[in-house]
């Protein structure tokens, strides 16, 4: 019996390219054989960097529009995180829907992108039961005071654990810009085209009145005070709410440029700083109380003097309320730093102190015996 190879034309047989299939040759280092580095020291392990920025920015691409205030906070939480001296395993972002809510793709820390306004309720859940790890709620004023607004206030009131950074737009971006529970009265949308009827809800008042125990205000344009009040924040044993100003540059550009551009800012901001007065405009006007309503006066005049302005003090409850609703009158101005700030114990710590005093009691207790307890029924 002869055998038969069938032999492959020359036109079907693959191209090779040069040299493969043949022994690569390695190409000879410059100085000689490569040597093992050995790390700084005479051997010794070199000493571990601390964390960075990079450490917490992910490989996600941004996608938010060109221009938008929100690449700022990023930017500011990003910096910010390794001065806190929390592991990134130990570190939670937690957001609902919205523009704002893509936060959690762009930390490189764990993260939840939950549903539309629940975000308060998934970081309750999991402080309750992780209370060390550190949670970051970021949410948006849809988000949050919309469909979530019974959500936010009752993670203020039970004095939760976490963060809660509320940007706040005045206007629904994400779902292309109808007028949100922030927007100014009479404001023009796509949803309300002859102007809102709904006046504008105030997130800090809203938050004094739900009991929250930190409650502050800031603007994304000033990222060196969003800094310094997202650091006291993170400082903050129980719930603390920071109020955002962030600018959309699609379908709200300019909403809150009287408070943050060069031009106004001096003139229509005052800065809330515990035990200073309440001055502003480089220091030519104040607010005084008549009573307890705040008035604007010239210093400038000779009527009066530093000594006749408001000496903040963050840890009053009426202080707080009567600056939130300088917000009422346009003709005064906006108040920016920490409104409100008061340590008292945190839901997770009672509710621990409460599970390990009913253990003393009662033991740890046996799932299976309690399913096989009380009264049972037969089903024929």
């Not at 034309?9 to 191209?15: F, I, L």
């Not at 949050?144 to 039970?158: P, T, V, Y």
């Not at 009662?362 to 309690?370: F, H, S």
Request: with cysteine; proline share 7%; aromatic share 8%.
């Amino acid at each position: 019996m002869t055998s038969h190879v069938e032999t492959m034309p020359e036109s079907r047989k693959p191209t090779l390219p040069p040299g493969f299939g043949a022994a690569r040759k390695r190409p000879k280092a410059p100085f000689g054989p490569r040597k093992a580095k050995l790390p700084a020291g005479n051997g010794r392990p070199a000493k571990k960097p601390g964390l960075t920025r990079k450490d917490f920015t992910s490989d996600q691409d941004v996608r938010w529009c060109p221009g938008c205030g929100d690449y700022a906070i990023l930017a500011t939480v990003q910096r910010l995180m390794p001065q806190l001296g929390v592991k990134r395993e130990e570190v939670v972002f937690i957001s609902g829907i919205g523009c704002s809510s893509r936060f959690p793709y762009y930390m490189d820390t764990y993260g939840v992108h939950s549903i539309h306004g629940r975000a308060p309720t998934i970081a309750t859940g999991l402080k309750a039961s992780r209370p060390e790890l550190d949670i970051w709620i970021v949410t948006g004023d849809g988000d949050a005071l919309s469909i979530g607004g019974n959500h936010l206030i009752h993670i203020l009131r039970r004095n939760i654990g976490c963060q809660i950074l509320l940007f706040n737009n005045q206007i629904y971006g994400l779902t292309k810009g109808q007028f949100s529970p922030t927007s100014e009265l009479g404001k023009v949308t796509m949803s309300s085209p002859y102007g809102s009827a709904s006046p504008p809800f105030n997130p800090i008042s809203v938050a004094l009145g739900a009991g929250g125990s930190f409650v502050a205000r800031t603007a994304d344009r000033d990222t060196k005070h969003l800094a310094t009040i997202l650091k006291r924040a993170h400082a903050h044993a129980g719930s603390a709410m920071v109020e955002i100003y962030q600018n959309c540059n699609i379908y709200n550009d300019g909403a809150f440029f009287e408070f943050t551009e060069k031009a106004t800012k001096a003139q229509r901001t005052v800065l809330l700083e515990h035990g200073k007065p309440m001055v502003y405009d480089n220091g030519n006007r104040a607010i005084r109380l008549d009573g307890f309503r705040p008035e604007a006066v010239d210093l400038t005049s000779g009527a009066w003097s530093v000594s006749d302005a408001i000496i903040y003090d963050e840890t009053s409850l009426e202080l707080a309320g009567i600056a939130s609703r300088m917000f009422l009158s346009p003709d005064m101005p906006r108040p920016f730093g920490v409104f409100y700030c008061n340590e008292r114990e945190t839901y997770e710590s009672r509710l621990h102190a409460q599970l390990q005093h009913v253990t003393r009691l009662r033991g740890k207790g046996d799932l299976d015996a309690l399913l096989g307890t009380g009264d049972t029924w037969e089903v024929a």
